[in-house]
């Protein structure tokens, strides 16, 4: 729910990436994009779907990346 939840949250931010589930039940992902778009996203994250139970986000931006010269996925992906 988590993942799926994120995705669509990313494709309506138009953001490239990824996202997945982790051996210890935590989320992990990439993310790139406007600023501004990024930062919505981090904000969603923080909450999550209302199924979810968030304890802990943490986030590294990346200033100056090239989003022309990205090798992240476009359209924003779940990955196995």
Request: proline content about 6%; hydrophobic content about 35%; overall charge neutral.
């Amino acid at each position: 729910m988590f993942r799926k939840s994120t995705l669509q949250q990313a494709h309506a931010l138009n953001l490239r990436g990824w996202v997945r589930n982790e051996p210890d039940g935590s989320v992990s992902g990439e993310a790139a994009g406007p600023t501004q778009h990024v930062e919505r996203l981090r904000d969603y994250l923080h909450i999550g779907p209302r199924e979810a139970r968030v304890d802990n986000v943490d986030v590294m931006f990346i200033k100056h990346h090239d989003i022309s010269t990205s090798t992240l996925p476009m359209p924003f992906e779940i990955r196995s």
